[in-house]
């Protein structure tokens, strides 16, 4: 990541940058005009995680209007949006969420009631249509993204919008992990997966590391980093667990994301037509983060 450079032509092309918002983020920034906010942005506000838009941070992110109708992904014990023009959708139902949250030792007050229970994560069986669709960490749980994406686009409305915070994988537990190919994207797509391969398997379970996205953020600025030996035993245990699964769906991220590649391989798809969506905006990362706000428009 320390040695990730932009053109401004690029960096424009791929985040939604608002050099008003940039120069009030950074009291260093006064005093520099438009192309050169642009230009610092592109050579070192990216990697350093300048907040470059007011939506960059989630909590303005989620700040969704009660006059418009939302369907929240996945909310389990703390959904992000709640009132009352909201619906909720998850591969567990009510119930089974509060069992779960119990089984986990987590508080299960907030839970909300869901209305739409999808046991295989299609969006296909919603009877309905939304102006905005909200999901937090789900999208890199997709194995094939495409077909997900085209499901959330056939129940917006015109010019709704799917609004997701995915994990930047430089600086969550996916940090040494490769950041994913639009080839890949494609490929799941054609073989049409609906469940997570052994590769994926073994490299969430074994190859993982830790979550400190401070750290990772304060490694990223290092010319050295040590390496981190194969743990044959995590390996072991990913085989064995796919193995036990017989074809089963496992819960593992099948992509690792950064803002400019996620922003690149979607507007990339969009102009291939292989998702029904006209635009996409993504605000970039923010330090000590270890996710990131992107939305999509129909």
């Not at 194969?230 to 193995?243: C, G, K, L």
């Not at 998702?275 to 990131?292: A, E, H, K, L, Q």
Request: glycine share 4%; with cysteine.
């Amino acid at each position: 990541m320390n040695k990730l450079t932009f053109s401004v032509k690029t960096i424009r092309e791929l985040i939604t940058i608002d050099v008003d918002a940039y120069q009030e983020f950074h009291e260093d920034l006064k005093g520099l005009s438009r192309n050169e906010l642009y230009q610092h942005y592109a050579a070192h506000g990216y990697r350093e995680g300048r907040v470059c838009h007011r939506l960059a941070l989630g909590e303005l992110f989620i700040d969704i209007s009660k006059k418009l109708k939302c369907l929240e992904i996945g909310p389990f014990t703390s959904p992000a949006i709640r009132h009352d023009n909201v619906k909720y959708l998850d591969v567990l139902s009510t119930t089974e969420l509060h069992e779960r949250a119990q089984k986990l030792g987590m508080q299960s007050e907030n839970i909300p009631d869901i209305n739409f229970v999808t046991k295989d994560g299609s969006l296909s069986l919603v009877n309905e249509k939304f102006d905005v669709i909200f999901s937090s960490h789900n999208l890199e749980h997709q194995p094939d993204l495409i077909s997900h994406l085209n499901e959330a686009s056939a129940i917006l409305n015109k010019d709704g919008v799917y609004k997701m915070i995915v994990p930047n994988s430089a600086y969550c537990f996916d940090a040494d992990l490769s950041t994913s190919k639009i080839s890949e994207i494609i490929l799941a797509n054609r073989l049409k997966l609906k469940s997570h391969s052994l590769s994926k398997v073994i490299e969430n379970r074994a190859l993982t590391v830790h979550n400190e996205s401070l750290e990772h953020w304060k490694d990223s600025f290092k010319s050295e980093r040590e390496y981190i030996k194969i743990d044959t035993n995590r390996i072991s245990a990913a085989i064995n667990e796919y193995e036990n699964a017989k074809g089963g769906y496992i819960d593992v991220h099948s992509w690792q994301f950064q803002p400019h590649t996620l922003s690149d391989i979607l507007k990339s798809l969009i102009n291939l037509n292989f998702i029904s969506f006209t635009n996409v905006r993504c605000y970039g990362p923010v330090f000590g983060r270890n996710d990131f706000c992107i939305e999509m428009i129909k």
